[in-house]
């Protein structure tokens, strides 16, 4: 199993013990998700084999400072730069325009968003997008940039399967968190039911979206077996098979050359 997104080092109990219960659940490979500068450095410490991290600036980082988004994409070409191996993709980067509506706010979310772009293009590495109620302008940046090769997913889909489709058409995955085991989701599961093998990829988001039937503990990586289930149930798959495909995907999205895992509980 491969948890595709999560914050390991924002995990409610200590990281460590966060990844003894996930080697013990069966997850071979996490990819902890970017999201500030500060965070980069603290993500870091907890790489290690079949943990994987990415860097960026995460929409709402940006929201909240607006004034300093240059310096933080300076900083983010730095700090890749330097630690080039250690990053296997840019991002979170994207819109939230549920977070602000003020337009200031918006153009600086798609100035980063198309820095982001670019940059993915330049070292090589897939982006990990986040998109909340901003599909359409997501969309139209994307269709007129250069991707990267391996283009790149939409983490913590929520949307329909239509618009999942034209996020593949343009060669990027869709990401199905703890949402999708939520009954009343229904939109939620004919895009979980619609997407491709090719384009499926499942993540915790941890320590947020945690599985319906965990309420109201925190989520954590040893709960991705719940997302893969539901998934299983959606697609008329056998667990065995999503947790293939979905494994398989992001090996070769995020780390094609990487094959060493999880084999004993982590010492850090």
């Known amino acids: 199993m491969f948890d595709s997104h999560c914050h390991l080092d924002r995990s409610a109990s200590d990281p460590n013990d966060a990844l003894v219960r996930a080697l013990n659940a069966g997850i071979k490979y996490l990819l902890i998700a970017g999201v500030n500068p500060e965070q980069w450095c603290s993500a870091q410490s907890w790489i ?4 994987f991290m990415s860097a960026g600036l995460h929409p709402w980082w940006v929201s ?20 080039r191996a ?3 993709a840019i991002g979170e ?7 602000s509506a003020d337009p200031l706010i918006r153009q600086a979310q798609r100035r980063a968003f198309q820095w982001h772009i670019d940059a ?3 070292w090589d590495l897939p982006l990990i997008l986040h998109i909340v109620g901003a599909h359409t302008d997501a969309l139209g940046i994307l269709r007129n940039a250069e991707l990267p090769v391996r283009g790149g997913v939409v983490h913590g889909f ?20 703890g949402a999708v085991t939520h009954p009343n989701r229904r ?10 093998d090719e384009w499926l990829l499942v993540e915790t ?10 309420h109201p503990a925190p989520n954590e990586p040893a709960f991705l077996i719940d997302v893969l289930s539901t998934m299983a149930t959606l697609r008329h798959q056998s667990l065995e098979e999503v947790t293939r495909i979905t494994t398989s995907n992001a090996l070769k999205l995020f780390a094609p050359h990487e094959r060493r895992h999880l084999q004993i509980a982590p010492t850090i």
Do not use: K
């Not at 909240?64 to 070409?77: A, F, I, K, N």
């Not at 980067?93 to 977070?99: A, E, I, K, M, V």
């Open 86 to 88: 250690q990053v296997h």
């Open 64 to 83: 909240s400072h607006p004034e300093t988004v240059d310096q933080g994409m300076d900083d983010l070409e730095a700090f890749v730069t330097q630690r």
């Open 205 to 214: 988001d941890s320590p947020d979206q945690t599985p319906w039937n965990r």
């Open 48 to 51: 290690q084999p079949g943990v």
């Open 120 to 122: 993915a293009c330049r």
């Open 93 to 99: 980067t994207g819109l939230d325009f549920r977070r």
């Open 158 to 177: 929520s949307g329909s399967a239509e618009v999942a489709m034209q996020y593949n058409r343009l060669g990027l995955s869709i990401s199905f968190s």
């Open 187 to 196: 939109r939620l599961h004919r895009a979980a039911a619609a997407i491709p």
